[in-house]
Antibody, heavy 113, light 113 residues
Framework: QVQLVQSGGEVKKPGASVKVSCKTS????????MFWVRQAPGQGLEWIGT????????TYSQRLQARLTLTRDVSTSTAYMELTRLRSEDTAVYYC??????WGQGTLVTVSS | EIVMTQTPISLSVTPGQPASISCKSSQSLRYSDGKTYLYWYLQKPGQPPRLLIY???NRFSGVPDRFSGSGSETDFTLKISRVETEDVGIYYC??????????FGQGTRLEIK
């Protein structure tokens, strides 16, 4: 069955960077677009970016594009989300979702001094 | 950016009774391929969103048939024919007809009376 397993929670200081992984299985990784969505505590869902695992092409939210990098490793069927120059307002659960259908369990990133 | 507006923000329903959630988009969600890219999700506390309905009215695999979606262009509705206790959570509509960005409604909280 399709599975997306994300890396564990992170606590970072303002100005630091974080990299979250999303390891997939159960389907052909390069066949389906991977989306990243985040959810601040008690808030709704916010799309932050998209990567095409086949060619590596990316699209980022305007709000984060200067600080966000999405990558993938086809050999391990894993997608990555890196966010730099972290701010307190980046505190959120970050989700990877394949085809907007199958979702990872989420990774809590806490930014606090 | 397409704005998605859900109503009501919350609803309280007696088990066995119907429930209905509205989602309106600021632009038509009909894409040039003729499909309408409107999705519905249910999110329970501490869990990622779960896909219920895709492309307006298609139930995803394993979704009970008490859930149904309808609508067109800018007005959409999710209906639950007979609410069960397991249906509690927050319901989100989402569009990916015009991206970037993908946008979500603000969510509708369903509770049981």
């Amino acid at each position: 069955q399709v599975q997306l397993v994300q890396s564990g929670g992170e606590v970072k200081k303002p100005g630091a960077s974080v990299k979250v992984s999303c390891k997939t299985s159960g389907y052909i990784f390069t066949n389906y677009i991977m989306f990243w969505v985040r959810q601040a505590p008690g808030q709704g869902l916010e799309w932050i970016g998209t990567i095409d695992p086949s060619g590596g092409g990316t699209t980022y939210s305007q709000r984060l594009q200067a600080r966000l990098t999405l990558t993938r490793d086809v050999s391990t069927s894993t997608a990555y989300m890196e966010l730099t120059r972290l701010r307190s307002e980046d505190t959120a659960v970050y989700y990877c979702t394949s085809m907007l259908t199958f979702w990872g369990q989420g990774t809590l990133v806490t930014v606090s001094s | 950016e397409i704005v998605m507006t859900q109503t009501p923000i919350s609803l309280s329903v007696t088990p066995g009774q119907p429930a209905s959630i509205s989602c309106k988009s600021s632009q038509s969600l009909r894409y040039s391929d003729g499909k309408t890219y409107l999705y519905w999700y249910l999110q329970k506390p501490g869990q990622p969103p779960r896909l219920l309905i895709y492309e307006v009215f298609n139930r995803f695999s394993g979704v009970p048939d008490r859930f149904s979606g309808s609508g067109s262009e800018t007005d959409f509705t999710l209906k639950i024919s007979r609410v069960e206790t397991e249906d509690v959570g927050i319901y989100y509509c989402m569009q990916n007809a015009h991206l970037p960005p993908i946008t979500f409604g603000q969510g509708t909280r369903l509770e049981i009376k």
